[in-house]
Structures are given as C-alpha cells and as structure tokens.
T-cell receptor, first 115, second 115 residues
Framework: EAGVVQSPRYKIIEKKQPVAFWCNPI?????LYWYRQNLGQGPELLIR????????DSQLPKDRFSAERLKGVDSTLKIQPAELGDSAVYLC?????????????FGSGTRLTVV | AQSVTQPDIHITVSEGASLELRCNYS??????LFWYVQSPGQGLQLLLK??????LVQGIKGFEAEFKRSQSSFNLRKPSVHWSDAAEYFC?????????????FGDGTTLTVKP
C-alpha cells in the first residue's frame, strides 16, 4: 500500500509570494493532519480534517494560511503571502479515523524556504 | 494542557552500546504515549506506543520504552545501538479521547552513533 504522498519535496520562494503544498493520504484514511515542524523542534498541529470537514484549525494562522480537502481525500495547504518565518517543514499525516490511538502515518514532508 | 519535555537535545553513543532517551510528559491523567523516529529528509515513523496495561512496551527495530507513572516518564531504550539508528527521536503525548486527534510532540533528541 502506498504511504502518505506529499509534493513538492522542496520549495524555495521569495517572501510575499504564494505557495501551495499537496497531500494524498493513505486510501481509506478519514482523518488528515497538517503539521508544521520548525528547525530543531517537534511538529505542531496546524489543522485536522475529518473527511472534508476541518474540525480543528485553532493553530492555523488564518490571515495567510488556508487549507482544503475536497471530496475528503487529497488536501492542499496554501500560504499567501509567505513570510520569512514560514520557513519550515510541512508534514501531512493521516489515520483511519480520529483519535490518537489509531496512530499517524506521516508523509516525507515539504521543506519550505522563504528568502 | 498536555506537554512533552525531552531533556537531551543531542546524544552520542558508540555502536553496540546501550541507549536511553528521556521523555517527561505533563498530563492530568494517563495519556497515550508514543515514540517516533525521523531520519534526515523523511517523515516521522512510529516506533512504539503505550495506551494501557504492561508498562514495558516493545516496538520496532529492537526498541522498547517503559512508562513510569510516578515519574511522568516514558523513556526509550535499546540494548545495542546500530549505526543505522542515527536519527532524530520524538516523544509525543495524546489525550485518550476519541474526539481529540491531536498529539503534542517534544522538541526531539538527535542521536549520533560513533563507529
């Protein structure tokens, strides 16, 4: 079975430009997470989806970040405009359903560098 | 609120030596506890998890962890380290609530293995 697929793997953009990340979760996984991992830190949750519904986006900076999960499968995370402080690794993870007991499967992440 | 502390930012051990990575958590009750490993440029891979029952849990790649409620700790151990174990290790805590899919991660411990 294919794992969680993310693209692109790397992205370098100038500040104030827009950027988008894509995630394809494991087939049949209803719950999808976007995490941000700053250098030298652990991942921090940005948003959690149950199917196509965003059920926890309290940590998402909504002035510049947006996300969608159309049809409850693939998801896109967008930043517009990007700031220098957005440089980080953006990780997507999925699980069969909500609840930490089900465990996450992480993708390889997208490393964003804003210059 | 739940939190995780990994006191050691960086640990170096010789190949074949034993390993212990420390993790302390803060949570009002017994949480779900996890250890993940992240190799350079990769996403996080689950090593093991503790939900309840036997406080010594076995994971993949020869790792084990012991839950000690009195010390609010969940330390990761391996009797004999291999060069391929060099990576970053993250401890995570989650609320045992089916409506809460969020895990909180520590800032990680980087393991270097000397030949």
């Amino acid at each position: 079975e294919a794992g969680v697929v993310q693209s692109p793997r790397y992205k370098i953009i100038e500040k104030k430009q827009p950027v988008a990340f894509w995630c394809n979760p494991i087939s049949g996984h209803n719950t999808l997470y976007w995490y941000r991992q700053n250098l030298g830190q652990g991942p921090e949750l940005l948003i959690r989806y149950e199917n196509e519904e965003a059920v926890d986006d309290s940590q998402l900076p909504k002035d510049r970040f947006s996300a969608e999960r159309l049809k409850g499968v693939d998801s896109t995370l967008k930043i517009q405009p990007a700031e220098l402080g957005d440089s980080a690794v953006y990780l997507c993870a999925s699980s069969p359903r909500t609840g930490v007991g089900y465990g996450y499967t992480f993708g390889s992440g997208t490393r964003l560098t804003v210059v | 609120a739940q939190s995780v502390t990994q006191p050691d930012i960086h640990i170096t051990v010789s190949e074949g030596a034993s390993l212990e990575l420390r993790c302390n958590y803060s949570y009002g009750a017994t949480p779900y506890l996890f250890w993940y490993v992240q190799s350079p440029g990769q996403g996080l891979q689950l090593l093991l998890k503790y939900f309840s029952g036997d406080t010594l849990v076995q994971g993949i790649k020869g790792f084990e962890a012991e839950f000690k409620r009195s010390q609010s700790s969940f330390n990761l151990r391996k009797p004999s380290v291999h060069w391929s174990d060099a990576a970053e290790y993250f401890c995570a805590v989650g609320a045992p609530n089916t409506n809460a899919g969020k895990s909180t991660f520590g800032d990680g411990t980087t393991l270097t293995v000397k030949p």
